[in-house]
Nanobody, 121 residues
Framework: QVHLEESGGGLVQPGGSLRLSCAAS????????MGWFRQAPGKQREVVAA???????YIGDSVQGRFTISRDNAKNTVYLHMNGLQPEDTAVYYC???????????????WGQGTQVTVSS
């Protein structure tokens, strides 16, 4: 089993930045791809970003140019760097992981509990 622990969420003003972290523990050597999706109240889940252990990555259209994803394989940790945050980025952000190299976190086997990101003045 794999346990994913997210951190870094919080309240930020429009235009601000946050960095989310997701650390994997347990059977982490089974993991290849890691990624993030988000869900706002009353909205569908939206894939934000994903990255494989080999460095292949995907960034969602709605966050292109503002968000980046990085990964420290030695620490079994993936990061979501969020810049230029806007109120529409407010959501619960979930970290997911999978043994495959697919870049769709919604299809991954292992899910985190989520961390709230609120963008408001």
């Amino acid at each position: 089993q794999v346990h994913l622990e997210e951190s870094g969420g919080g309240l930020v003003q429009p235009g601000g930045s946050l960095r989310l972290s997701c650390a994997a523990s347990g059977n982490y050597f089974a993991i290849n791809a890691m990624g993030w999706f988000r869900q706002a109240p009353g909205k569908q889940r939206e894939v934000v970003a994903a990255v494989t252990s080999g460095g292949r990555s995907y960034i969602g259209d709605s966050v292109q140019g503002r968000f980046t994803i990085s990964r420290d394989n030695a620490k079994n940790t993936v990061y979501l760097h969020m810049n230029g945050l806007q109120p529409e980025d407010t959501a619960v952000y979930y970290c997911n992981a999978d043994p495959s190299s697919h870049l769709d976190p919604l299809e991954y086997d292992f899910w985190g509990q989520g961390t709230q990101v609120t963008v408001s003045s």
